[in-house]
């Protein structure tokens, strides 16, 4: 079946260090991959997504993620977390055949002062 | 901007109770989404439209149905709301378009949180 994994399901940085946050797809052919963010009590925002071409996919707020498909992973990486990047991160990924998003469960990104 | 518009953001309603929630797109959007989300299950599927008067079933359908009579407006029905059906709402809307490079990105409301007692 296909599925998304986020192995994480919490994280906790400090302020102005890196941050990276960990997808796995389980597809026949690769799919369109993206990246949600959600602060909390808000619905979700697009970061980034990936359907060709160069696998280093950048977007928005600073963030960018690398599509490797030996290990069929779309990581979600920052080289500098904020305060304000606190939130929920969903990995999601679409199939050519598919019409609706697999969803993974989340991570729940935590930044100390 | 482009907006997914969720009426209610906070519900509390009683077991037995008939629950309906709004949501209304503004980007003449063909597909329309509900969405359930729950602590560490992330987003799952409950129904979705890609056409007026048309709907087809997620991941988890039972106990909910759906309408949509016009472009804009997809509304999700609970006949009889449960406890198990606490939860956040989200509703998402995208275009077909031509291709990827458009097409199915989800926007988003601001989600509804209902709690069924």
């Known amino acids: 079946a296909q599925s998304v994994t986020q192995p994480d399901i919490h994280i906790t940085v400090s302020e102005g260090a890196s941050l990276e946050l960990r997808c796995n797809y389980s597809y026949g052919a690769t799919p369109y991959l993206f990246w949600y963010v959600q602060s909390p009590g808000q619905g979700l925002q697009l970061l980034l997504k990936y359907f060709s071409g160069d696998t280093l996919v950048q977007g928005i707020k600073g963030f960018e993620a690398e599509f490797k498909r030996s290990q069929s992973s779309f990581n979600l990486r920052k080289p500098s977390v904020h305060w304000s990047d606190a939130a929920e991160y969903f990995c999601a990924a679409l199939s050519g055949s598919a019409r609706q998003l697999t969803f993974g469960s989340g991570t729940q990104l935590t930044v100390l002062p | 901007d482009v907006k997914v518009t969720q009426s209610s953001r906070y519900l509390v309603k009683r077991t037995g109770e008939k629950v309906f929630l709004e949501c209304v797109q503004d980007m003449d959007h063909e597909n329309m989404f509900w969405y359930r989300q729950d602590p560490g299950l992330g987003l799952r599927l409950i129904y979705f439209?890609?056409?007026?008067?048309?709907?087809e079933k997620g991941d988890i359908p039972e106990g909910y149905s759906v309408s949509r009579e016009k472009k804009e407006r997809f509304s999700l029905i609970l006949e009889s709301a449960s406890t198990n059906q606490t939860s956040m709402y989200l509703c998402?809307?995208?275009?077909?378009?031509?291709?990827?490079?458009?097409?199915?990105?989800?926007?988003f409301g601001a989600g509804s949180r209902l709690t069924v007692l």
């Open positions: 439209s890609y056409d007026v008067k048309m709907k």
């Open positions: 998402a809307s995208s275009s077909t378009g031509n291709g990827p490079s458009g097409a199915n990105v989800l926007t």
